[in-house]
T-cell receptor, first 112, second 113 residues
Framework: GDSVTQMEGPVTLSEEAFLTINCTYTATGYPSLFWYVQYPGEGLQLLLK?????DKGSNKGFEATYRKETTSFHLEKGSVQVSDSAVYFC???????????FGKGTRLSVIA | DAMVIQNPRYQVTQFGKPVTLSCSQTLNHNVMYWYQQKSSQAPKLLFHYYDKDFNNEADTPDNFQSRRPNTSFCFLDIRSPGLGDAAMYLC????????????FGPGTRLLVL
């Protein structure tokens, strides 16, 4: 079945450091790929998405590129802020009436 | 501006006492979802409605039921909560099953005493 594997956290970085959170997936066909962010005590918010190979999703300084050859969708940000502290979930969804499949999440803590 | 609203944000119930969580949306989306998220885990889909059609995930316990009386509202009923049902419950919507973006509410955290 479909699955998403994320790097295990927690990840602790200093402010302005470079961030990479690895995500790889297993799925049949050509899924859409997503990154969701969950701030403390809140629900999930869509951060960015990509719907086909080589697409780059970007938002709020975060980027991720859909790499079909490596089945990856790594999240990157060049300079993190304390306000980026949250849990980040990678997810996929095949077309049609199929549910989102989430990874287990990676907790990021950014310290000043 | 609120799009997916969940009430209450925190709910305390007693072991075995039925509880209902509510979700409403102002997006007029066809699909509404309920997820269960336990601490430090990924959200797990329980079921979803496409309009009035109910779709249950195969591993969702019978203890969990749902109702959707109209487009805007969807309820999660837990008939006999156990200690293991303590979790964050997330409601989400999407325009339809082809539209891939899901919009999540803030969640209701359920505590079972």
């Amino acid at each position: 079945g479909d699955s998403v594997t994320q790097m295990e956290g927690p990840v602790t970085l200093s402010e302005e450091a470079f961030l990479t959170i690895n995500c790889t997936y297993t799925a049949t066909g050509y899924p859409s790929l997503f990154w969701y962010v969950q701030y403390p005590g809140e629900g999930l918010q869509l951060l960015l998405k990509a719907t086909k190979a080589d697409d780059k999703g970007s938002n709020k300084g975060f980027e991720a590129t859909y790499r079909k050859e490596t089945t990856s969708f790594h999240l990157e940000k060049g300079s993190v802020q304390v306000s980026d502290s949250a849990v980040y979930f990678c997810a996929l969804r095949r077309s049609g009436n199929t549910p989102l499949v989430f990874g287990k999440g990676t907790r990021l803590s950014v310290i000043a | 501006d609120a799009m997916v609203i969940q009430n209450p944000r925190y709910q305390v119930t007693q072991f075995g006492k039925p509880v209902t969580l509510s979700c409403s949306q102002t997006l007029n989306h066809n699909v509404m979802y309920w997820y269960q998220q336990k601490s430090s885990q990924a959200p797990k889909l329980l079921f979803h409605y496409y309009d009035k059609d109910f779709n249950n995930e195969a591993d969702t316990p019978d203890n969990f039921q749902s109702r959707r009386p109209n487009t805007s509202f969807c309820f999660l009923d837990i008939r006999s909560p156990g200690l293991g049902d303590a979790a964050m419950y997330l409601c989400a919507t999407s325009r339809d099953t082809v539209q891939e973006t899901q919009y999540f509410g803030p969640g209701t955290r359920l505590l079972v005493l």
